[in-house]
């Protein structure tokens, strides 16, 4: 389906050169003879990029005997500046923490995409689309992450300078267990023109993508927001994940039985796993210690007392000191500067990964939620049953189901981004806000240029 997607304007001839990027086993490289094959055609000059050292006896056996395919033993990554007419394949997923130190460091040096915590197949795209000829073809099959995560923002101002001419999402279960809600990116080396949306039910529509680094979901799913539209982020001082200790087993600690003398470093904490629909009270079995002052500075270890010592117990330190984190810090500190003068205020909770969105208001404003919660923090303290009773509305939940990041067996992952453009109905706003946000608010949008074009 994806090489017919490849060479649907123009059927390639033998002079065309065609790159599969990273080849594997050459299922796409198969893909292309058999096209060719089946369409009465000589197929074009293609080239196979492979890494990995154990496809390539498979490789090099399957297509010893057909002059047409080229097989190379490299790193489709490293140096290279050949052109291409055509370009097809899955690109690997790598995530940031599967790679070295000095990996990252060159990948961040060389591509405008390495940007955050990047996968290496946005580095593929880059690389792919600066290997195209003009007036080129590629054909990518992806995780749809990259229409909308904040890390992929350099990505989308990319390709919006070319011509993407569909985005396509395909079945979940493309790859079988492997969960990834994929989708295949369809594009020409030319300038931008309207790109055609296949939702996975089938529908269709054309949209303009817009210039820039933000999110296409909203403009994907027909989101319209007037222009003006009051945001959640315009009614919160702060909306974000929990805290990362990159140690729980350390900070984390069961409320009974705690030491008395540390008790002064203690917040009551919750995790994701504590929080079901049916949770009504949220009570705390565990506490989190905490070594920063509600000024968001770490204390030194002759400020932490009992605590301190505690840090400084072999197996403890030795704990600490082997996070990635005590490169750059020190070794008593969290992943995440905890910020607690905002988090120590009345908030809404909800898990970072769900079937559905759930809400939950902590009124007291004492507990610190764990990395895998996100809270929500009013401006007005007054408001957070206002802004749950909203979030909790079937508007918003039907708004978050659409524009959230899809994980394994249809959980959403909510995220900051995500939660921040929720937009809030004028009634809600006033209520929440007063009508003083929404002049500023209005007045600020009118000013700026709207975010898609």
Known sequence: MMVDWLFKPRSPKPIDTVLDPGCGTGEFIDGILRWCKHMGLAPPSIT?????????????????????????????????????????????YVAITSLSES???????????????????????????????????????????????????????????????????????????????????????????????????????????????????????????????????????????????????????????????????????????????TTVDLKNRFVMLIPYDTNCRLLPMEKLGSLGRYLMRGDIRRRLLARRCVRRKPWHAFHETPMLRDILRPKILCKDICEKPHFWVDRSGRIVPRHSIYYIVPHEPDAVDAIAGYLQSPAAQEWLTRNCQHAAKGFLRLQSRALQRLPLPDDVALAIAGKGIMRRVRSHAQQAEPSFM
Not at 53 to 64: E, G
């Open 48 to 92: 196979g990029v492979e890494s990995d050292s154990r496809h390539m006896p498979v490789l090099l056996d399957k297509y010893k005997k057909n002059r047409a395919v080229r097989v190379e033993h490299a790193d489709f990554l490293a140096d290279g500046h050949r052109k291409f007419d055509f370009v097809v394949g899955n690109p690997p």
């Open 103 to 277: 990996e990252k460091a060159e990948y961040r040096a060389r591509y405008a995409t390495a940007r955050g915590r990047f996968d290496l197949y946005l580095l593929f795209f880059e690389k792919a689309l600066s290997s195209l000829a003009p007036g080129g073809r590629l054909v990518f099959i992806t995780p749809e992450k990259y229409l909308y995560v904040e890390t992929a923002g350099p990505l989308r101002n990319l390709l919006s300078h070319f011509h993407v001419e569909a985005i396509r999402f395909v079945r979940e279960d493309t790859f079988g267990k492997l969960v990834t809600y994929p989708t295949v990116t369809v594009m020409n080396n030319a300038m931008p023109g309207p790109t055609q949306i296949v939702r996975r039910d089938n529908t269709t529509t054309t949209v303009s993508l817009p210039l820039g680094k933000d999110s296409w979901l909203p403009l994907l799913e027909g989101e319209s927001s007037p222009n003006g539209a009051i945001t959640l982020s315009d009614v919160c001082l702060r909306i974000s994940c929990g805290v990362a200790t990159g140690a729980d087993d350390v900070f984390v600690q069961p409320m009974d039985g705690l030491d008395p003398t540390i008790r002064r470093f203690s917040y009551p904490t919750l995790a994701g796993r504590e929080l079901t629909p």
